[in-house]
């Protein structure tokens, strides 16, 4: 029952036409550059921010570049001594940084037949396109870089990052190719694998200090998905935004319901309790595996619903930064 991927109602689709919510529209997800604002990715979060907890590490921001070495001065910081210089000259000496003048960003966008699934207001595929589109102009925003791996249970697309409107423009249209290929055709099949491939070509891409966000259901997270998060996170952020629908989490007492996973449907009643009780166990022994791995490596673990708007939610999870302009 968790491999299913969405109600057969909300599949159906028209030639010529998109139902809300089911696909998504480039203008829309170019209008979400609008809702890029009032949340951030910076060391310092406010109190109720999830990046400010003790099960989620705070991001280090952008790197630091090695610029010169200078005689010691009344106030530095004693960290940035460099002592082999010191011993060799006898002279306290600091080494000087300064800031990299941008920042990667890779967004890996989940768009496969597992997040076909939507039960109220939107699909997670189309949750998935929102908060990449959210991201993607949030970056931008601040003069960082943007990339990103779009991927299906077919393929997957590499985004090269770059700071401009057209990379943004880029990834989007590609956002938008996937999602409006998914369906309830019995031709699509669900690869649990394409996570860990998009996972092990990410860490030959992001060498480091780069902020790798990764947008999905967890489908097909298991040991090999740690270690590869365990590479990537060696050299730089890891962030995780969950996206799951609320049907996926309680199942309510609606009598018989039609699903689908792209390979079959399947009817069921779901006025039995036992099946509800087994939907909600699946369910959270999902979330748990991702919890898991969120404690293990302190990566922040961003849960996002489909039932209501994604940069609201994200304002919520990530707190809301007056007066930042940095991502």
């Known amino acids: 029952m ?7 109602n909300a599949s159906r689709r028209s030639d010529g036409a998109r139902n809300d919510g089911v696909y998504v529209q480039l203008d829309e997800l ?3 550059q609008h809702k890029a604002s009032g949340f951030s990715f910076l ?3 406010p109190i109720h921010s999830v990046l400010s907890g003790h099960h989620a590490s705070k991001l280090r921001g952008r790197g630091l570049n090695f610029e010169e070495l200078r005689s010691y001065l009344p106030g530095d910081d004693t960290r940035n001594i460099d002592w082999k210089v010191t011993a060799r000259t006898r002279t306290p000496y600091v080494r000087v940084y300064t800031e990299e003048k941008d920042r990667t960003v890779w ?4 768009q496969r037949v597992n997040m076909f699934f939507g039960s109220k207001e939107r699909m997670k595929s189309v949750v998935a396109a929102e908060v990449a589109a959210i991201s993607a102009w949030r970056v931008l925003k601040v003069g960082d870089r943007v990339g990103a791996l779009v991927f299906d249970d077919s393929d997957i697309v590499v985004v090269p990052p770059h700071r401009s409107r057209e990379r ?9 190719e996937k999602n409006q290929a998914l369906s309830a055709s019995p031709g699509l099949k669900s690869d649990a694998g394409k ?3 998009v996972l092990k070509q990410t860490s030959i891409l992001a060498r480091h200090d780069c902020l790798v966000c990764l947008i999905t259901d967890g489908n097909g997270l298991n040991p090999e998905t740690r270690r590869h998060i365990t590479r990537l996170s060696e050299h730089n952020d890891v962030l995780v935004a969950l996206i799951y629908d609320p049907l996926e989490k309680d199942m309510p007492a609606a009598g018989r319901l039609r699903f ?3 390979q079959g449907q399947l009817e069921a009643d779901t006025s039995n309790r036992k099946l509800r009780t087994a939907f909600h166990y699946d369910f959270e022994q999902r979330l748990e595996r991702v919890r898991a791995a969120s404690r293990r490596f302190s990566i922040p673990l961003l849960p996002i619903h489909t039932s ?5 939610q994200l304002r919520e999870v990530l707190g809301h930064h007056q007066g930042t302009k940095r991502f």
């Open 30 to 32: 170019v209008r979400l």
């Open 43 to 45: 060391p310092k979060q």
């Open 195 to 197: 996570l860990n491939e």
């Open 107 to 110: 967004l890996l966008i989940d």
């Open 260 to 262: 689908a996973d792209g």
């Open 168 to 176: 943004v423009m880029q990834i989007l249209k590609q956002v938008v």
């Open 308 to 312: 209501s708007p994604v940069s609201e």
């Open 2 to 8: 968790a491999g299913s991927t969405h109600t057969s």
